[in-house]
């Protein structure tokens, strides 16, 4: 099935959860994930099963003033 992280195509085996897309993509060590524009917990990616065309957000945190 086909997907898009951040507007890049990826590939995954049908079934595959947020988690197994996260493990490919290598994020940052500090991340907020969405799917869909649906805000998802860090505790429920291995439960949120992707479907095909979903897109991934993955939006890591910006500091400064």
């Known amino acids: 099935m086909n997907v898009l992280i951040n507007q890049e195509p990826l590939e995954l085996p049908e079934g595959a959860s947020?988690?197994?897309a996260l493990r490919v993509c290598d994020p940052p060590a500090v991340f907020a994930a969405a799917v869909n524009l649906q805000f998802?917990?860090?505790s429920s990616y291995a439960e949120r099963v992707l479907a095909e065309g979903d897109r991934i957000e993955i939006?890591?945190?910006?500091?400064?003033g």
Do not use: F, K, S, Y
């Open 40 to 42: 998802v917990p860090r």
């Open 18 to 20: 947020l988690a197994d």
């Open 59 to 64: 939006i890591a945190p910006i500091t400064g």
